[in-house]
T-cell receptor, first 113, second 113 residues
Framework: DVKVTQSSRYLVKRTGEKVFLECVQD?????MFWYRQDPGLGLRLIYF???????EKGDIPEGYSVSREKKERFSLILESASTNQTSMYLC????????????FGPGTRLLVL | GESVGLHLPTLSVQEGDNSIINCAYS??????FIWYKQESGKGPQFIID?????DKRQGQRVTVLLNKTVKHLSLQIAATQPGDSAVYFC????????????FGTGTRLQVTL
């Protein structure tokens, strides 16, 4: 079975802090994704990566950056957390070509105070 | 931009009955569709997918129907069980792959005993 893990289930941070969210997948997938999920808005794509050191902006990249130094790991960085970044963050992965569905991690619920 | 939406935000069904969850999409170029299930506190889990060259696909207790004429997608769950209680999302892509998905906002399915 595909396994996508996220470093934290719950995080509480203060405004202005730098926040790192880590995601690891064990299926040697080329593609990895970061989404945020908010009530009534569904999942929105922040960034995705189709290879090591490659990244592309999604629909809402403002306030975020990403890092993919290793194939299995994709990090989401909030350079200076703000209260409007309080959300559920979901990581996903799939194989190159995307013929298979995206597999999701359990999510990180981030609260920014 | 294009969007994917759901007709009903909450659906309540009795255990043993069949459930039908609907999804309307607006992008006529969409050619790949996925249904996800998200249980409380968990990430979305793949249920079933369908490509635009099909109008029906069956899985275990689930069937997805695609009507391209009216841009409508539905998920049918046979003999609904308490474990089916979750939020269900549809997602669509116009690339034929699962690497660029647009998600609906979700329908909550409540199974009553």
């Amino acid at each position: 079975d595909v396994k996508v893990t996220q470093s934290s289930r719950y995080l509480v941070k203060r405004t202005g802090e730098k926040v790192f969210l880590e995601c690891v997948q064990d299926m040697d997938h080329e593609n990895m994704f970061w989404y945020r999920q908010d009530p009534g808005l569904g999942l929105r794509l922040i960034y995705f990566s189709y290879d090591v050191k490659m990244k592309e902006k999604g629909d809402i990249p403002e306030g975020y950056s990403v890092s993919r130094e290793k194939k299995e790991r994709f990090s989401l960085i909030l350079e200076s957390a703000s209260t409007n970044q309080t959300s559920m963050y979901l990581c996903a992965s799939n194989e190159s070509g995307g013929q298979e569905t995206q597999y999701f991690g359990p999510g990180t619920r981030l609260l920014v105070l | 931009g294009e969007s994917v939406g759901l007709h009903l935000p909450t659906l309540s069904v009795q255990e043993g009955d069949n459930s039908i969850i609907n999804c309307a999409y607006s992008n006529s170029a969409s050619d790949y569709f996925i249904w996800y299930k998200q249980e409380s506190g968990k990430g979305p889990q793949f249920i079933i997918d369908i490509r635009s060259n099909m109008d029906k696909r069956q899985g275990q207790r689930v069937t997805v129907l695609l009507n391209k004429t009216v841009k409508h997608l539905s998920l049918q769950i046979a003999a609904t069980q308490p474990g089916d209680s979750a939020v269900y999302f549809c997602a669509e892509s116009n690339t034929g792959t699962a690497s660029k998905l647009t998600f609906g906002t979700g329908t909550r399915l409540q199974v009553t005993l």
